[in-house]
Structure formats: structure tokens, C-alpha cells
């Protein structure tokens, strides 16, 4: 199971502020322009709350259709991060509500701790994430887990599975959203 604590993804810490909204996997493609410097496509699926009544439901909501998608402070809040958005937005596939960012940026670090040291890109996490899919290789240890990437490589990609969010007392946020357009 993927843990939101030890990673510092975009969607985990700015989708869950207040631990009530999840997903089921969330997507990196990390082009480059150069060996530091590139766009980040960032796609979270299957949007849901966990919400317990309907005060919590209205901060989802409100967190997610106003300040995410809306927001001028959100945008500066990713610049402080060195996350320069230049497009996001939500929208509904198999009436499943997802979101995407695409972003530049320009030290490689600066996309999810990922370190690059010639010839390698890495991205350290934490022995319990599950990595769903990737264009690069899984090492695992005892300790953690790293997905390793050769520098010919000019798309990194990987999808990370995040919760079972099938289950029937999560709030499917897709009929929100189609309410909002």
C-alpha cells in the first residue's frame, strides 16, 4: 500500500490537506530539456472523499474545485517549491473523477527528491510503496525501495498505487465536479 507519510508527491501533499480526499494511483512523466531542467505531467485517478458528514464533504469540495484548481496561492505555493504550473485541471473518465498538473521546473530535485548521479536518476521511497508500473527499474532492500533510471532515458515514468478507494463508504467526487461545470 502506497504511504502517504513518507512521500512528499504534489497530489499527496496538497489533495489530502485535511486527510479526507484519496485516490487509487497517482502518475509521474518527467520530460527533460536537459539533465536538471524539464515538464512534469502529474495524473491522479479515481478522485474520492472520506468525508463522515457533510461539513467535511463542503472542505473537500471547497479544497479541491476552489483553491487547487482556482487558486493563485496554490500556484505560489508550487513556485516556492520550484514547480512552475503552467496547466492543471480535473476531469471525469469512466465517470471517475481525475485530476492532472503538468508543471516546469528546473533542478530535478525538486520533483518528488528524485537525485540524479551520472549516469542514474533515483527515486528513493519507502519499502512499503507499491509501485504500480514504470520505465525504469525496482530495486528493493530491506529498507526501502528505488526506482532507478539509466540518463538515455528522456521520459521518466512511474504510476504509484495509493488506496483501494472502491470501497462503498467513500464519496465519489466525479458527481461534484459535473455539478460545478
Keep these: 500500500m ?6 512528499s508527491f504534489i497530489f499527496l501533499s496538497l489533495f489530502f490537506m485535511n486527510g479526507c480526499l484519496l485516490f487509487h494511483t497517482v502518475s509521474y512523466e518527467i520530460t527533460f530539456n536537459d ?22 464533504l463542503e472542505e473537500d469540495k ?6 487547487l484548481l482556482k487558486s493563485d496561492d496554490f500556484v505560489s505555493q508550487m513556485r516556492d517549491e520550484g514547480k512552475h504550473i503552467i496547466n492543471r485541471n480535473l476531469f471525469v473518465n469512466d465517470s471517475k473523477l ?20 551520472e549516469p542514474y536518476y533515483f527515486l528513493t521511497l519507502s519499502s512499503g510503496d507499491s509501485v504500480a508500473s514504470t520505465n525504469g527499474e525496482v530495486i ?42
Design 2 to 7: 502506497f504511504n502517504r507519510i513518507t512521500l
Design 35 to 56: 539533465k536538471n531542467s524539464g515538464e512534469v505531467k502529474v495524473t491522479v485517478n479515481n478522485i474520492r472523499s472520506d468525508a463522515i458528514n457533510s461539513s467535511g
Design 62 to 67: 471547497k479544497n479541491l474545485f476552489e483553491f
Design 98 to 117: 481525475n485530476g492532472k498538473i503538468v508543471y516546469t521546473f528546473n533542478n530535478i530535485s525538486d520533483v518528488e527528491g528524485i537525485v540524479y548521479d
Design 140 to 181: 528493493v532492500s530491506d529498507n526501502v525501495k528505488r526506482i532507478m533510471w539509466d540518463n538515455s532515458i528522456d521520459t521518466l515514468k512511474f504510476t504509484m498505487f495509493s488506496d483501494d478507494v472502491e470501497n462503498s463508504k467513500l464519496i465519489d467526487m466525479a458527481q461534484y465536479f459535473l455539478k460545478e461545470q
